[in-house]
C-alpha cells in the first residue's frame, strides 16, 4: 500500500486481521455490511464480540488511510462499510479499466497507431495475480478470476494483432506467456503449432503439438489431430 507516495509500514497496521479487512472491502468492491465482514474475519466467533473487533479494526484501517483531519476514504453509515473510490486508488481497478478500453482498441483496425501500444502497457501493470496469498480466500476469488482472465485476453489479443501485422515471431512470444499463465488453453496451443508451421519451423511445431496433447490428456480432452 502506497500512502501521499510512501510505502506504509507493515507495523503501522497493528494486526494481519487489518489488513485482512481492507483487502476484503478492495476485493468486494460495494458496500459490505458488518455482520458479513464480521463472519468473514472471525466465522468462529461470537457475534458480540467479533463485533468489538471490527469497530476496533475499522479505527486502526481509518487511521493508517486517512493522513490529515478531513474524511477519509474508509465510509461507514453503521450498518454497512465502503471504500471512497473517490479518495483512493486501488491498482486492479486501473488494470482492469485500461485493460478493458486496450482490448476494444486492440481488437479493431488493425491499422490503429496506438492498439499495440495500448495493449502492451496494459500488460505490463499487470504484475501477478490479485492478492496472491489470499488466492483460496472466498472473498478474494472472483475479482482475482476476472483480472487473471482479463490478462489472459490481452496476451491473446495482442498476439492475434502481431500475427495480422505479419509478426510472428512476437505472436508466438505472447501465446508462450499465456500458455506459462494457462497451460490448458487449447486454442493458444493450437495458434501456436499453426503459427510454427505457417514459418517454417516444422521440428518446434511438432514438439509443440506434443506438448499440446499432453496437456489435453491431463484435462481428459480428446486432441485435435495435426493437420
Do not use: C
Not at 174 to 201: I, K, N, S, T, W
Amino acid at each position: 500500500m502506497i500512502r501521499d507516495g510512501t510505502p506504509v509500514s507493515g507495523t503501522v497496521w497493528q494486526s494481519k486481521k487489518a489488513r485482512d479487512l481492507l483487502k476484503i472491502l478492495i476485493a468486494r468492491r460495494a458496500a459490505t455490511t458488518r455482520e458479513q465482514l464480521v463472519e468473514l474475519l472471525w466465522p468462529e466467533v461470537d457475534p458480540a464480540k467479533a463485533g468489538n473487533r471490527l469497530s476496533m479494526l475499522l479505527q486502526t484501517v481509518r487511521n493508517v488511510l486517512q493522513r490529515h483531519a478531513y474524511v477519509g476514504p474508509l465510509a461507514s453509515d453503521g450498518s454497512v462499510v465502503w471504500l471512497d473510490r473517490m479518495q483512493v486508488r486501488v491498482d486492479v481497478e486501473e488494470f482492469l479499466t485500461d485493460a478493458i478500453n486496450a482490448l476494444a482498441a486492440g481488437r479493431g483496425d488493425v491499422a490503429a497507431p496506438d492498439a499495440a501500444a495500448r495493449l502492451t502497457a496494459a500488460l505490463a501493470a499487470y504484475t501477478g495475480d490479485f492478492l496472491e496469498d489470499d488466492a483460496h480466500a472466498d472473498w478474494a476469488t472472483s475479482l482475482a478470476e476476472e483480472a487473471r482472465a482479463i490478462h489472459i485476453a490481452l496476451l491473446r489479443t495482442l498476439a492475434a494483432r502481431l500475427q495480422r501485422t505479419g509478426d510472428i515471431d512476437g505472436a508466438i512470444q505472447y501465446l508462450l506467456r499465456l500458455l506459462r499463465q494457462d497451460p490448458f488453453d487449447e486454442q493458444a496451443h493450437l495458434d501456436l503449432v499453426d503459427m510454427q508451421l505457417d514459418v517454417g519451423h516444422l521440428s518446434e511445431a511438432r514438439r509443440q503439438y506434443d506438448v499440446y496433447v499432453q496437456r489435453m490428456k491431463e484435462i481428459e480432452v480428446h486432441p485435435h489431430p495435426l493437420l
